[in-house]
């Protein structure tokens, strides 16, 4: 069997050790295996040819048969360039080089037959093709060229010369050592009962598909594997996990939960905080451990169900702990629970970096008695020196901030893994949650808590600053607060860093009655604690921030978030900041402030936001228009594969079918030992090796 991943790829003729280093710097590819795997981002039709009366100047590239009627020289210096006048008898174009016209002079000969290919532009009145590949009609066989296939490549690939007509080139040259079929990578069973085409087949029509049909049915095939392996692996990870961990098992709620429910509740539970309950208490009391992703809005009330998770815990015998990403953070959830406790016999405690000495010795002495009930910390938790008595719930806030390596830490805390609560304000559609979390139950709160009203949100031009700053006055003289924020982008981050300090000085001039603070992230760590609890403590009306301010922190008194150049930001990251305000029972607003020139899919996000409070339809629309790339935080939270075919949005519906198609191979085969399967586990221990550790997603 011809073995493609042991081929390097500098012994392929045309490439050599020097484009070899290249490849690999540039795209990772090093042997003959992962150069298949580098797949066209289009193609172009190669079999048609256009009449020259047919084409204008905003078509993509397109190929015309003709003559060179005669040739004329434009321009003097850096400016001069060759004109030839082509013609097929509909009309004429000019064909335009800028380089190498010594050589083109004598090349093409005027009334000769030429296939021209290339892509039109419109320039006073006609059309150019600039650069344009050119053919003897006699000598080029169109039929056989079909759809062309495009690469994309990068500035330092084109100065190697490996453009996408040479990574073609090299293509061809694997495709035709291919003698005899790849080893294929899917069951018979699943290829028959799908309908898909060989591997072989596949790899080669993805390539160079000789028409439409042939490629759709390949780019089927290569993305039914890529995404089915993604769920077998995420599938097979969570059965072996629910085989190998049993689950502490709280077989009552007792006595603490029930006081916090009759005397602590500060309001009635919404029906979505209950069902969530539920699950969770289905899940603690069934005798397998634990994974839930808990997500709900800013504000839906995912703090008081952690909360009352916990209390579980503590009925039966056992500590929990909830950790958060910052310290403010940390701080806040500490102060906020230790205010819905009040009264009750339960002992919360405090543990982040800044804690020392005497203070922090007492408190891990006190988790090892199993005096201290609940801890709440930022990754000081993780530390080895912190140990419990008997951990049992784990409760981590902002999952995406967390790596996988990080929680794993937790779960060495106890002899066997406690349960895992993860909460995140960043609604995850669907799919992507299938892919990030698919060995995570998911539990949603869709609405608000009583009393909550929707956020005003307003899209408004920048030259409207009066009438805006009138509404901000309105606001602070009933006694609100308001939040001001700028763009910080690394590209830019001189200039918004410039912006942030003149808006501020700008904002300090415009209300002079008013105390103003300012937060960014590139300040010290105290100083920023410091002008942020002026604004918590209510002595400063105005905070001007970058985005540090998007996660967590609580201050229900402030009811106006300004966005200033709003087109810069993130569908996820507008509906995070405007989440800051609306926490308190008044009408609040969120002002979306941007120049006239906007692009299109900008307008787009700015009318989404106006016309929704509703998390998960920002995040699906968030998705359609970004890529899942991009998706806030999903960098980080371990999409550990890499999708070279398949779009987790696109590809949404193909995602779920082949997850069932894997959940009936898990179900029929849990162990991994039938023949017939043999094939299936071989390639995802492959794929295992090559990858990252996929066993670590989640």
Not at 38 to 66: A, C, H, N, W
Not at 107 to 122: D, R
């Amino acid at each position: 069997m011809f073995d493609l991943a042991t081929r390097d790829i500098k012994y392929l003729s045309g490439v050599g050790p020097q484009r070899a280093s290249v490849l690999n710097k540039e795209l990772g590819i090093y042997s003959l295996h992962d150069l298949l795997y580098y797949f066209p981002y289009k193609y172009v039709d190669r079999s048609r040819i256009y009449s020259i009366r047919e084409i204008d100047g905003t078509m993509p590239y397109i190929q015309l048969k003709g003559e060179i009627l005669g040739f004329e020289t434009a321009g003097e210096g850096r400016q001069r360039r060759l004109i030839a006048h082509f013609s097929d008898g509909t009309g004429i174009v000019d064909l335009v080089w800028f380089q190498g016209i010594k050589y083109l002079v004598g090349k093409y000969k005027v009334h000769q037959e030429y296939i021209v290919f290339g892509k039109p532009t419109a320039f006073n009145g006609r059309i150019n093709i600039a650069h344009p590949d050119i053919d003897l009609a006699s000598e080029l066989k169109l039929s056989s060229m079909g759809m062309q296939p495009y690469y994309s490549t990068t500035d330092k690939m084109k100065r190697s010369s490996l453009n996408s007509h040479a990574i073609e080139k090299m293509m061809s040259t694997v495709i035709q050592q291919l003698s005899e079929p790849l080893s294929e990578t899917l069951s018979a069973a699943i290829l028959n009962e799908h309908h898909l085409m060989p591997l072989t087949e596949a790899l080669t029509h993805i390539h160079f598909p000789v028409n439409s049909d042939l490629l759709r049915k390949a780019q089927y095939r290569l993305k039914f594997e890529e995404l089915f392996y993604v769920q077998l692996n995420i599938l097979r990870y969570a059965k072996d996990r629910q085989r190998k961990y049993r689950g502490y098992i709280f077989e009552k709620v007792g006595e603490i939960f029930n006081t916090f429910y009759s005397r602590n509740l500060p309001f009635e539970l919404t029906n979505a905080q209950k069902r969530v309950l539920k699950e969770i208490r289905r899940d603690v009391g069934s005798g397998k451990q634990m994974n839930r992703l808990l997500q709900g809005d800013v504000g839906s009330g995912k703090t008081l169900v952690a909360l009352m998770s916990m209390l579980m815990a503590l009925d039966n015998g056992f500590q929990a702990c909830m950790m958060a990403p910052t310290e403010i953070l940390a701080n806040q959830h500490y102060e906020t629970i230790r205010e819905l406790l009040y009264g009750m016999d339960v002992r919360v405690e405090l543990l982040t970096g800044s804690i020392k000495g005497k203070r922090r010795e007492a408190i891990l002495a006190g988790l090892l008695t199993g005096d201290i009930h609940i801890l709440i910390g930022t990754h000081a938790v993780i530390e080895d020196t912190v140990n419990f008595a008997s951990l049992g719930l784990v409760v981590i806030d902002e999952q995406h901030r967390f790596g996988v390596a990080q929680r794993a830490r937790l779960w060495t805390k106890n002899v066997q893994p406690p349960h895992v609560l993860v909460m995140t304000a960043t609604p995850i559609p669907r799919t992507l949650a299938m892919t990030l979390y698919g060995d995570l139950d998911v539990s949603v709160i869709d609405e608000l808590p009583p009393g909550r009203k929707p956020i005003a949100t307003i899209h408004q031009f920048d030259n409207r600053r009066e009438s805006l700053y009138r509404s901000v006055r309105k606001q602070i003289s009933e006694g609100r607060q308001v939040y001001i924020v700028y763009p910080l982008i690394k590209e830019s981050e001189k200039i918004d860093l410039k912006n942030l300090e003149e808006g501020y000085l700008h904002v300090c001039e415009e209300f002079p009655e008013c105390k103003v603070c300012k937060v960014h992230g590139k300040m010290k760590p105290a100083e920023k604690d410091a002008q942020m609890q002026q604004f918590v403590a209510g002595e400063a009306q105005i905070m001007v921030a970058t985005t540090v301010i998007e996660v967590g922190v609580n201050v229900p008194n402030a009811s106006v978030m300004i966005i200033e150049n709003a087109e810069r930001f993130g569908l996820s990251q507008l509906h995070q900041l405007r989440g800051r305000v609306g926490r308190g029972a008044d009408q609040s607003y969120c002002i979306l402030v941007t120049g006239y020139k906007l692009a299109e899919d900008t307008r787009k996000r700015l009318e989404i936001m106006v016309r929704t409070n509703d998390g998960f339809e920002i995040a699906e629309a968030d998705l359609k228009l970004r890529g899942p790339g991009d998706l806030e935080g999903t960098q980080q939270s371990g999409i550990a594969f890499d999708l070279k075919i398949a779009d987790v949005v696109r590809d949404g519906q193909l995602l779920q079918y082949v997850r069932e198609v894997a959940q009936k191979v898990i179900d029929v085969d849990p162990n991994g030992i039938l023949p017939e399967n043999e094939i299936l586990w071989r390639q995802l221990k492959a794929l295992r090796k090559t990858n990252v550790n996929w066993a670590a997603i989640s």
